[in-house]
Every structure is written in C-alpha cells, then in structure tokens.
C-alpha cells in the first residue's frame, strides 16, 4: 500500500471537503455542526457566498431522506447570511447547480448566495 494512501492523499476528495475539515483556508463566513459557509473565491456578484454541509454529499441527485436536516439547515442559514450580509431587503437568489446539465463544477453540494446588485435573467436565452 502506498504510503500516501491515507485521508491526507485522498484525491478523490473535492476542495470544499478540504474546507469542512480545515486543511485548507477559506473565508468562513459561519460554521455550526451540520453546515459551513465560505466567500467563493471568484465573486460573481458583490456578495457570493457558498453554503454546504459538513458531510460529503456530492450532488442534489445524492440527497436521501435522512439529509432534510442538513438541507433545511443550510436554507436557514442562508436565509440569516443575506440578512446579514444586507440583502435582505432588495432580496437576492440561491442557486444549487446538479451534474453536468446544471454546470456543477465541484461536486460537492453547495449553494450559492448571490446577490448585492440587481441580477439577469435566471436562465440565459
Ligand atoms: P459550481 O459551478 O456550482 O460547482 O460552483 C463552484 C464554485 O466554487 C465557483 O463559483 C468557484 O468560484 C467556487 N470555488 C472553487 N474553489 C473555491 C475555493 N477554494 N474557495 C471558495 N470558492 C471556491
């Protein structure tokens, strides 16, 4: 067995994986024992906020019954970041890409938050 055949090496393992368990930084935003929520590195609005939970869950066609804690969780807490973050006012969206289709780029489960100004269309023509 290779020596870095261990979690450390685990390659398979996404960088928002790395993110719950702190192995690499991130602009934590708000941290309980079902979710974290970070800054996305690559803002696509004044305020981009990701929102995931702390167990593995790679993409919404993953999500079982015994996840609606998790899940309901994460919209509450998204609910509170916008306030928060000032947007509860002008409002803002959330949006969760699944798979290919959806233009999931990590996969690991996330929402975003976007929002801080007005945004386009929801899908583009
Ligand atoms: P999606 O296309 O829904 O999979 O979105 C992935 C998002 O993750 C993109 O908006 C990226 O900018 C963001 N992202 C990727 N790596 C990091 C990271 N290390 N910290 C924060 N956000 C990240």
Do not use: W
């Given at each position: 067995?290779?020596?870095?055949?261990?979690?450390?090496?685990?390659?398979?393992?996404?960088v928002f994986?790395?993110i719950?368990?702190?192995?690499i930084d991130a602009d934590?935003?708000?941290?309980?024992?079902?979710?974290?929520?970070f800054r996305d590195i690559q803002p696509r609005?004044?305020?981009h906020i990701l929102?995931?939970?702390?167990?593995?869950?790679?993409?919404?066609?993953?999500?079982?019954?015994?996840?609606?804690?998790?899940?309901?969780?994460?919209?509450?807490?998204?609910?509170?970041?916008?306030?928060?973050?000032?947007?509860?006012?002008?409002?803002?969206?959330?949006?969760?890409?699944?798979?290919?289709?959806?233009?999931?780029e990590v996969?690991?489960?996330h929402?975003h938050?976007?929002?801080?100004?007005?945004?386009?269309?929801?899908?583009?023509?």
């Amino acid at each position: 067995m290779s020596p870095f055949n261990n979690n450390e090496a685990d390659t398979s393992e996404t960088v928002f994986g790395k993110i719950v368990r702190r192995a690499i930084d991130a602009d934590v935003v708000y941290r309980d024992e079902l979710v974290t929520a970070f800054r996305d590195i690559q803002p696509r609005a004044p305020v981009h906020i990701l929102v995931i939970p702390n167990k593995t869950i790679s993409t919404m066609d993953d999500v079982s019954e015994d996840d609606e804690e998790t899940l309901g969780r994460m919209l509450r807490v998204a609910s509170d970041i916008a306030r928060n973050e000032g947007l509860g006012e002008e409002g803002y969206r959330l949006i969760i890409n699944c798979k290919e289709h959806g233009g999931q780029e990590v996969y690991y489960l996330h929402m975003h938050i976007v929002g801080g100004t007005r945004l386009g269309r929801m899908i583009a023509q």
